[in-house]
């Protein structure tokens, strides 16, 4: 119903980096070169940076959804002021789920090192296992190869941001 063509274009741009993030989740299970036996033993473990993708949870977005339907039916809202309403509240939940991740990570060896907020998206380094165990938390859609925040950061800055340039690189 809301013009959503800014997610949907960075979730295009990611979509191409789909069979690559497969690659690269199976590269990361490699790094060790034993297929993950560990016989080195000596504890160090390979960093890996890739891009992470959040996203607020459905049922906060279908209420959002449905409070502005329901104050365009009502004529408080046209569907511009609507459509621009719309954009800004999903940012800010967006912008939530990336917090969420943000408090959660600090169990795991993850480090958050940039967001493009109003995408959800993080750029983050850890170990290989420490990535894919982020991948159980509520909220994350996907681990993509570090080139895709790139691209989210530059739509971002092309694009009309819905939530301030600053965000799109702050840090905790």
């Known amino acids: 119903m809301f013009d959503d ?5 960075f979730l295009q741009l990611a979509g191409t980096g789909t069979a690559l993030s497969m690659a690269g989740c199976s590269a990361l299970s490699n790094h060790d070169g034993d ?3 560990g016989a080195g033993g000596d504890g160090e473990a390979e960093m ?16 959002l959804q449905s ?12 569907r511009m002021e609507a459509q621009q309403e719309f954009r800004t509240q999903r940012a800010e ?16 060896s993850v480090s958050v090192d940039e967001t493009v907020d109003e995408f959800g998206v ?3 380094t850890g170990e ?36 301030g340039p600053e965000n799109g690189s702050e840090m905790a």
């Open 93 to 108: 939940l967006t912008s939530a789920a990336v917090d969420r991740f943000r408090n959660r990570s600090e169990d795991l």
């Open 67 to 78: 409070n502005i339907s329901s104050r365009v039916e009502s004529g408080e809202l046209g």
């Open 128 to 163: 290989p296992a420490a990535l894919l165990e982020s991948l159980g938390f509520d909220g994350v859609n996907g681990l993509f190869p570090a080139a895709v925040f790139e691209e989210a950061r530059a739509q971002a800055d092309t694009g009309a941001p819905t939530s």
């Open 122 to 124: 993080l750029l983050v």
């Open 48 to 63: 890996t940076t890739v891009t992470l993708g959040v996203q607020p949870d459905e049922e906060s977005l279908q209420e």
């Open 35 to 37: 297929g993950g036996a």
């Open 5 to 9: 063509t800014d997610r949907r274009r």
